[in-house]
Structure formats: structure tokens, C-alpha cells
């Protein structure tokens, strides 16, 4: 939600979450020392232990590579770009604001409901991996769209982005307040919707700033940068975890991270943005907000930097998805657990 609010509201989770947006939350134990209740579904405990100790794991296959490819066509599509003439790619167009220009440059796709988006989320292999870092089955998914970046060059050259020295850094940055006295705890994923290559961009993390972080905070000065980490690579290696289409990656919001941009000639990285956090189903507000937005494909208010498409938006498109059992809960249309008064 874009209005911050002020009461802390528990999951629906035996395992006790608390969160005011949905976004971030309070936990007793930081998911990187969490001890497990459940039983494993997904990750095997070689990959929950790296997830641990680097802060992401990939997830092989987590949706069939058709999937994948349905999507990565539907994105081209949903653009009116055309994969096989690169100069559709960089056609002239106003923009409403920067930040409408920004996220062309970096390759937000602004759909959010359309039907193979639920279905990945809807998952079953997907959500049982969410649970598998989370410890708790009762979970809600994040309502994100699609990536697709071609080469950045042109009128989608990152050089068309002012370079700041604080703050948001697209090459490497946190997404929580990493000087915050208690950290928050929060996860993020994408679905690989093409190939890892070399030269495409794409997904970088810093892993042993991750593992080493504790001990790295404590001789930082005061005042240091919340989401932007400042580290010197050859201390704190930047990696680029190699992906095949279908792959789920998810990661810590404590793992410094980044996109590296399209050097290639005429390739095209690709993903869908997914995640899932501990259902609040007590906040009405945001319960509410979650459904009217899948019902009506409205553009969600979870994050001020979702637009929606500024030719023809996607409610003008297409009707409502169809949600399965697991897609209603995670939704938030229907409860995890009967109520009792």
C-alpha cells in the first residue's frame, strides 16, 4: 500500500509474522537463522542451507518452460513489440513522468492480471517453495508484473538515467533499511522467463556481503547509506546466478542486489516478478485492496512505482483471471483457515 500505517497486524500463521504493509515484517528470528517446523516440500537441505547462508536459492523448473515461453510471448505482445524486428524495440514515446521513463529504460512491463500471470502464482511448486523459506504454509502472493529488456541502447540506454551517489542504485541495493535497529524480513523472487546469458543482464547479488553482513555493519560509520552498499567487489564478489526459463529464484531482502544491464547485440532478458509474504488477513484494507484489484484489473497501490500501461490498460484488455482454491487464498479471497467467532 502506498499510505503508511500505523498498527502492526500478525499473519495468519501459527509461526508469529507482523507487518503494517505487506511488504516487510517482524519476526522473532531472522529467516536466515530460522529453525524449521514443517517439513521441507521443494528445496532439499543442501539448497535451505545455502538459502540460508547466501541468501538466495533457485528453484529448477518451478513452472514448464512452455509457461515460461507463453509468458515471454505474451510480454512481447502486450507491448506491440515485435521479437523478430529489434526496431520495434526502441519506437519514439512520451512519457508521463521520469519515472515512467525509468522504468521503460530498465523493462517493466505493466500487466499484473492477466491469466498466465495467476498462473504462475497459483503454482503449487511455487508456493511450496515460498513456504519452504517462510516456515509457514499460510501465505499471500505479491501482485507484480513482467520484465522484458532488450538491449539498453537508444532511447533505452541506461545513460539517459541520472547517476546519483546515494540511495537507489540499480547495479547493486537493498530494497529494505539495512540500519534499521531491528531488520526487517522480507522475500523476493523472480520466475526466468528466458535463459541466463552472459552478456543479456539480468539478476546480481553480492552472497558473501549476505554471509558476512553482521560482522561488515559493525565497522561501518554512522550514517552510512540504508540500501545502498558502497562495497568494494573484490572484497564482495558480484555474481550473476545462472538461470533456465521456468526457474524461480528467491531471495533475502537482506541480500544486496542489483540488475546488470544488456550488453548484447540483439538479445532480450526476461522474467516475472513473484513473491510471497505471510497473509495478513486481519488488515481489511489491504485484503480488500488485493481483490478489487484482481476483480477489476486495477493497477495495485502496494508500490508507488506500478503505473500501469499508459497506451491501453491491461483492464481494457482482457476480463478477471480465473483463480484456483490455492490462487483464491493467495489472494486473499478466500481465508487459509475456517474463522471461528
Not at 562495497?231 to 542486489?257: C, E, S, W, Y
Request: glycine share 6%.
Amino acid at each position: 500500500m502506498t499510505t503508511k500505517h500505523r498498527f502492526l497486524h500478525r499473519a495468519a500463521s501459527e509461526r508469529p509474522y507482523f507487518s503494517a504493509d505487506g511488504e516487510t515484517y517482524l519476526a522473532e528470528t531472522q529467516l536466515r537463522h530460522l529453525k524449521k517446523d514443517l517439513p521441507l516440500r521443494v528445496l532439499t537441505e543442501e539448497q535451505f542451507a545455502s538459502w540460508q547462508d547466501h541468501g538466495h536459492v533457485v528453484v529448477p523448473e518451478a513452472i514448464s518452460p512452455d509457461a515460461a515461453k507463453r509468458l515471454l510471448e505474451f510480454a512481447w505482445e502486450f507491448q506491440g513489440l515485435d521479437p523478430q524486428r529489434p526496431d520495434t524495440w526502441y519506437e519514439e514515446r512520451a512519457f508521463r513522468s521520469d519515472l515512467d521513463r525509468d522504468l521503460y529504460v530498465y523493462g517493466f512491463v505493466e500487466a499484473y492480471h492477466h491469466q498466465l500471470i495467476w498462473d504462475s502464482r497459483q503454482s503449487q511448486r511455487v508456493h511450496d517453495a515460498f513456504v519452504d523459506v517462510w516456515d509457514c504454509e499460510e501465505l499471500w502472493v505479491t501482485l507484480d508484473r513482467l520484465n522484458l529488456n532488450p538491449p539498453n541502447v537508444r532511447n533505452r540506454s541506461r545513460s539517459l538515467i541520472d547517476p546519483t551517489d546515494e540511495g537507489f542504485d540499480i547495479e547493486l541495493h537493498w530494497d529494505v533499511d539495512t540500519t534499521a535497529s531491528v531488520l526487517p524480513q522480507r522475500v523476493q523472487g523472480i520466475i526466468a522467463l528466458t535463459d541466463t546469458e552472459d552478456d543479456h543482464g539480468g539478476f546480481q547479488c553480492s552472497p558473501e556481503l549476505f554471509r558476512r553482513f553482521d560482522a561488515w555493519r559493525t565497522g561501518q560509520p554512522a550514517g552510512r547509506d540504508p540500501i545502498r552498499p558502497g562495497t568494494d567487489p573484490a572484497q564482495f564478489p558480484v555474481v550473476r546466478p545462472r538461470l533456465k526459463a521456468g526457474d524461480l529464484l528467491i531471495f533475502n531482502g537482506m541480500l544486496a542486489h542489483g540488475v546488470a544491464g544488456n550488453s548484447s547485440a540483439d538479445g532480450v532478458r526476461a522474467v516475472q516478478y513473484l513473491s510471497m509474504m505471510p497473509a495478513l488477513e486481519e488488515h481489511e484494507e489491504l485484503r480488500r485492496s488485493r481483490v478489487e484489484s484482481w476483480r477489476t484489473l486495477s493497477t495495485p497501490d502496494w508500490n508507488a512505482t506500478l503505473l500501469g500501461d499508459a497506451v491501453k490498460h491491461e483492464s481494457l484488455r482482457y476480463g478477471t483471471a480465473e483463480l484456483n482454491g490455492l490462487g483464491r487464498r493467495l489472494l486473499g479471497l478466500d481465508a487459509w483457515h475456517e474463522r471461528t467467532r
